[in-house]
């Protein structure tokens, strides 16, 4: 895995949204895995400004996103699909027919999984990937015990997600307790990978995903198997390599 150790969180977005508009460039079909959380939104402030001044041209790539609350609308306002259009779909020309974030209300939701991985398959898979990392190590919201051999499921959130997401909803009562997540196959299978971490409470899961064995324990070293991944830190969040 390819280390960038960075300032700070503002360099972090810079460097992040400069990766994957060179992608946009060298490929305007690209097929982009997003992410939500508050990491990436200084990455798609980034994006928003190089498509603001420097024309960077979106109208034919597309764009699926790693997960989406179970019971939530698209039109709840902590929502995966809302914090898109907030952070990024809003501000960007990426035809709304693009853009996929998986229905956490659908009526079954076992073949909304189904076919979230057979519209990733039939746009030819994604080119590149964003994540960012939970305290745990989850990526996505695959859990410590994701499967290498796990795709678009419905998952259990641990209590310590739970906490952590909490900040974003009322009350941690008002929290959804399951989720509809790519897995750890379907990530695996991106062509490249651009995980993002900042700030000293992503530390030691940075350490083990970096410097531990491969473990279902920590999910994110199972991207040690993954042939291109980018790792940008700030220096917060690598102050335990
Ligand atoms: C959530 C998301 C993950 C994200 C993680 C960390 O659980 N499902 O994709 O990486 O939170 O979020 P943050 O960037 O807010 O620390």
Excluded: W
Excluded at 36 to 65: C, W
Excluded at 81 to 104: C, K, S, W
Excluded at 195 to 208: I, P, Q
């Amino acid at each position: 895995m390819k280390l960038i150790i960075v300032k700070d969180y503002g360099e972090l977005g810079k460097k992040a949204a400069g990766l994957v508009a060179d992608e946009v460039k060298s490929n305007p079909k690209v097929v982009l895995g997003l992410a939500t959380g508050g990491t990436p939104v200084g990455m798609y402030r980034e994006l928003i400004k190089l498509h603001q001044e420097e024309s960077i041209d979106f109208s034919q790539a597309s764009s699926f996103n790693l997960d989406e609350y179970v019971g939530l609308a698209a039109t709840h306002p902590q929502s995966y699909r809302a914090y898109m259009q907030e952070n990024l779909f809003d501000h960007i020309n990426l035809p709304a027919g693009h853009t996929h974030v998986p229905t956490g209300d659908a009526a079954d939701l076992q073949q909304e999984c189904a076919s979230y991985e057979t519209a990733i398959r039939e746009a030819g898979g994604i080119d590149i990937q964003v994540l960012g990392i939970g305290n745990n190590g989850h990526i996505g919201f695959n859990e410590p015990g994701s499967s290498v051999e796990s795709t678009t499921r419905v998952v259990q959130l641990t209590e310590s997600t739970i906490e952590a997401n909490a900040r974003y909803f009322a009350s941690i009562e008002e929290v959804p307790t399951q989720a509809i997540s790519m897995g750890i196959k379907t990530i695996l299978g991106a062509k490249k990978v651009v995980l993002l971490a900042s700030g000293e409470t992503k530390a030691e899961a940075v350490r083990l995903m970096l410097e531990g064995e491969a473990t279902a324990d920590v999910p994110a070293s199972l991207l040690q198997h993954h042939p291109d991944v980018t790792v940008i830190v700030d220096e917060a969040a690598a102050s335990q390599l």
